[in-house]
């Protein structure tokens, strides 16, 4: 690799930086910028449908300040604009934010298209740094210093002719990572004197890591170098704007947070230029699980997935934090065990806390269910098997049980070379023990009582040429006299190791689950599974799966 072409990023010397030891406690100013720098990185940009579903999106989430336009930049990000104020679609306690590059022609539409608006923030940058100042600008200092002052000027004037409108003005020093940290203070400070804020009326600094350049702690450096150093500190909100080129944003915007920002811009999922924004919601999870209200309203996961999907015409992918299909769904066997087992003490525990190992977070508190907690390829155990069973249809499988069927899943999944869903793992768990497809099926029983004290029982079974065949037997109980049926009538030998059984369900729709361990004439262990809403007939049920699974096993070793 051509490392000679690349130097290190220089730190910044802050030899007593604080922000290590710092606790987030709130959540930060939530600014979304899906409308405007999301938009723009779009390989087809939303139309106005798809921009008015983002943006009442955002409104009910909860954002109370949304960057919805470059209005100069297109006559459709100007009626967009116009739509909204003239609509009545931006509720009276939500700002909306608009971009402008420090251009006087473009300054000026920017305050046509905000006109009779109730709250703006009128966003207005250039860019700083070292590289666009020589290659892009070929300005030194103090020119690029005099665009920023220039365009300060013209937004207060201009704002003063629309008293009906509460402007709230925002500067970036755009490429703020990529700028000398005296001179992006420099040039802020020079701004600010022309705004002339106060802690009544703050001005808005964002410092945007246009590019993402060095670690996360190098960015949190910057950020408190800069706010013990800009003066009148109470009159200024810090604002941060991440990109993720080095996949590191979210954690750059948490740690900036530490070192003293106010407010974060980004969008949902993360979507913008290059390898994108920093992830709103996966920050104020982030918080969310730290027990921090994150102050956005994300009880349900999918629909603002949903969402943002149709807006972008992008997928979010199955790993992404929090809303990915697959992220709350653990294939291994041992994370599927202790997940399983976690839930269970969970229900038990009555605490308010959320504790299940593998699960930072319950999944019903964003709107997705257990169902696809855990799924079941070649790497799952028993445990994970066991939870599907139990998740999606009620049985709780005696642990040998969980052991065969195990074993049977998983040859399957060997054989097909891919995994089985709760759907076709119940299908599996039917034809191996709930007589689906089965040689013989019971269809009716009756016992009477004999002289002896003991019962005789009469069953009719459907073969599977559709005759009934009817066997008899004698014991001392319905399932007793069961067995001497089958191995009279049968000639199979096997004796009744072990029963359980349970209710599935309540009230009159409750059905009997009744499993069997049966041992056959050389000491095999089989398994048998029996349901019906009648206790009785499950249980007969469940010895005639498992000795069908003994002859069936004899009939293959010939």
């Known amino acids: 690799m051509p490392i000679s072409k690349y130097q290190a990023y220089a730190p910044v010397p802050l030899p007593d930086r604080r922000w290590p030891s710092q606790v987030l406690t709130k959540a930060p100013i ?72 420090c251009r006087p022609e473009l300054i000026e539409r920017t305050f046509e298209a905000v006109r009779g608006a109730r ?22 200092r103090a020119g690029i210093r005099k665009i920023a002052t220039d365009a300060a000027q013209m937004v207060r004037d201009l704002a003063a002719t629309a008293p009906e409108t509460n402007f709230v003005f925002q500067y970036s020093p755009e490429s703020f ?53 800009i003066s009148d500190r109470d009159s200024v909100l810090l604002s941060v704007h991440p990109h993720n080129d080095r996949g590191t944003a979210v954690a750059a915007a948490e740690l900036a947070l530490m070192a003293g920002a106010d407010r974060v811009e980004g969008t949902l999922f993360g979507n913008g230029e290059r390898t994108g924004n920093v992830d709103i919601v996966t920050m104020a999870l982030n918080l969310f699980t730290q027990g921090i209200d994150p102050e956005l309203d994300l009880h349900d996961i999918n629909e603002i997935r949903n969402v943002a999907e149709y807006c972008t015409q992008l997928p979010i992918h199955e790993r992404h934090p929090y809303v990915g299909d697959l992220v709350y769904t653990a294939f291994s066997g041992s994370h599927q065990d202790a997940i399983k087992k976690g839930f269970e003490a969970q229900k038990t525990r009555n605490a308010p806390l959320f504790q299940v190992p593998y699960l930072p977070i319950d999944p019903k508190d964003v709107g997705r269910d257990y169902e696809a907690v855990i799924r079941i390829n070649s790497q799952s155990g028993k445990g994970g098997i066991a939870y599907i069973l139990q998740a999606d249809h009620g049985l709780s499988l005696p642990r040998p049980l969980q ?25 599996l768990f039917g034809r191996t023990y709930l007589l689906t497809g089965a040689p013989l099926e019971l269809v009716a029983h009756k016992t009477y009582p004999t002289s002896e004290g003991t019962r005789t029982l009469t069953a009719d079974l459907k073969q599977r040429d559709g005759t009934i065949r009817t066997i008899e037997g004698l014991g001392n109980g319905p399932v007793d006299a069961f067995v001497d049926a089958l191995k009279r009538s049968y000639g199979v030998e096997f004796s009744l190791v072990d029963y359980h059984e349970h209710a599935v369900g309540r009230g009159a729709n409750a059905t009997a689950a009744c499993y069997v361990q049966l041992e056959d004439a050389q000491g095999r262990t089989v398994h048998g599974v029996g349901m019906d809403p009648n206790i009785v007939m499950a249980s007969l049920k469940a010895v005639l799966s498992g000795v069908q699974r003994i002859m069936a096993e004899a009939g293959s070793r010939g």
């Not at 459709?76 to 104020?85: E, G, L």
């Not at 069927?405 to 299908?427: C, H, N, P, V, Y």
């Open 403 to 427: 052991i065969e069927f195990s074993r049977i899943a998983q040859e399957q999944m060997d054989e097909d070379g891919k995994e089985l869903t709760s759907a076709s793992l119940w299908s």
């Open 177 to 229: 990572t990529g700028t000398e940290l005296d001179y992006a203070l420099e040039i802020c400070e020079a701004v600010k004197a022309v705004i002339r804020p106060t802690p009544q009326k703050k001005l808005i600094l964002n410092l945007p890591a246009t590019v993402e350049m060095a670690t996360p702690n190098v960015h949190a450096d910057q950020f408190e170098w800069f706010g013990r150093h």
């Open 119 to 140: 709250n703006v923030i009128l966003h207005f940058y250039n860019s700083t740094s070292t590289l666009q100042r020589e290659v892009v600008f070929r300005s030194d």
């Open 30 to 101: 939530w600014c979304s910028v899906d409308l405007r720098d999301g938009n723009q990185a779009l390989v087809e940009p939303m139309g106005v449908e798809r921009k008015n579903r983002m943006f009442n999106l955002l409104v009910k989430m909860g954002f109370k300040e949304i960057e919805v336009a470059f209005p100069a930049a297109s006559q459709t990000d100007f009626d967009f604009v116009r739509s909204i104020i003239e609509d009545g679609a931006v509720p009276d306690d939500v700002a909306i934010q608009v971009l402008t590059q």
